[in-house]
């Protein structure tokens, strides 16, 4: 097996994980489709998974543009 090739192989695949090892974006997603279904236990367990992941800030501004482009009427 050539071991250069190896080293110079580089994979882009740039992930963050949560707490429970799950993919960040993948929270994400299922929180809003959560919100969107107003399904308020799965909404919770996302929220808490952004949250308690140190996440906090994300998840507010998460919040913040799903109200504003879901809910607000303006």
Known sequence: MN???IRNFNIDCEF???RYLY???YVKL???IALLEKDL???LFWTFE???SGL???LFGLL?????GFYASL
């Open 56 to 58: 906090d800030q994300e």
């Open 64 to 68: 913040w543009v799903v109200y504003f």
């Open 30 to 32: 299922s929180l809003i």
């Open 3 to 5: 071991l250069e090739y």
């Open 41 to 43: 236990d799965k909404a």
């Open 50 to 52: 952004l949250y308690f």
């Open 23 to 25: 993919v960040t974006k």
């Open 16 to 18: 963050t994980l949560t």
